[in-house]
T-cell receptor, first 114, second 113 residues
């Protein structure tokens, strides 16, 4: 398996623009997670899905952030409008779930909002 | 509620010396514990995990960790540091009731030649 795939790897955008980050989980994994990593706040869980259904989005910072998982092989994290404080590395991870809890991380998307 | 505390945000060791990275957890239910490593500009990679059974678990690259319930600890060790071990290390905890991970703030390991 190719592992968790994220695109783009790097994104530079101007404040106010819409940003869409993409993730393809490992085939067969039932859980998908979106994290944000910054120097100040470390690794934060934003939202996670089970069988394409959002389970906990309490980590989503505000209404400018939204996430979807239209099918088992694709998820998006959208920021609209983007702000400089959204600059971070965004990771997607997936796991099998029950009895196999380890999460497999993608390479991340480094977002810079100017 | 669950949480993880990693003592020491930066650890430096000489090449060939013992590596000890500390992790203490808090959990109201039996925990599942993990150590992940993150190399520069990469995602997190699983080093090892404890779920049930043997309390001393071995992982990749010569690392191991011991679950000590009485001390609520899950420290990561490696007998002899290698230059390639320089990275950020994260401890994480979850419970068998769900999939939400709680990560520590990370420990940056520097290996001095």
């Amino acid at each position: 398996d190719a592992g968790v795939i994220q695109s783009p790897r790097h994104e530079v955008t101007e404040m106010g623009q819409e940003v869409t980050l993409r993730c393809k989980p490992i085939s067969g994994h039932d859980y998908l997670f979106w994290y944000r990593q910054t120097m100040m706040r470390g690794l934060e869980l934003l939202i996670y899905f089970n069988n394409n259904v959002p389970i906990d989005d309490s980590g989503m910072p505000e209404d400018r952030f939204s996430a979807k998982m239209p099918n088992a092989s694709f998820s998006t994290l959208k920021i609209q409008p983007s702000e400089p404080r959204d600059s971070a590395v965004y990771f997607c991870a997936s796991s099998l779930g029950w009895d196999s809890y380890e999460q497999y991380f993608g390479p991340g998307t480094r977002l810079t909002v100017t | 509620a669950q949480s993880v505390t990693q003592l020491g945000s930066h650890v430096s060791v000489s090449e060939g010396a013992l590596v000890l990275l500390r992790c203490n957890y808090s959990s109201s239910v039996p925990p599942y514990l993990f150590w992940y490593v993150q190399y520069p500009n990469q995602g997190l990679q699983l080093l090892l995990k404890y779920t049930t059974g043997a309390t001393l678990v071995k992982g990749i690259n010569g690392f191991e960790a011991e679950f000590k319930k009485s001390e609520t600890s899950f420290h990561l060790t490696k007998p002899s540091a290698h230059m390639s071990d320089a990275a950020e290390y994260f401890c994480a905890v979850t419970a068998n009731t769900g999939n939400q991970f709680y990560f520590g703030t990370g420990t940056s390991l520097t290996v001095i030649p």
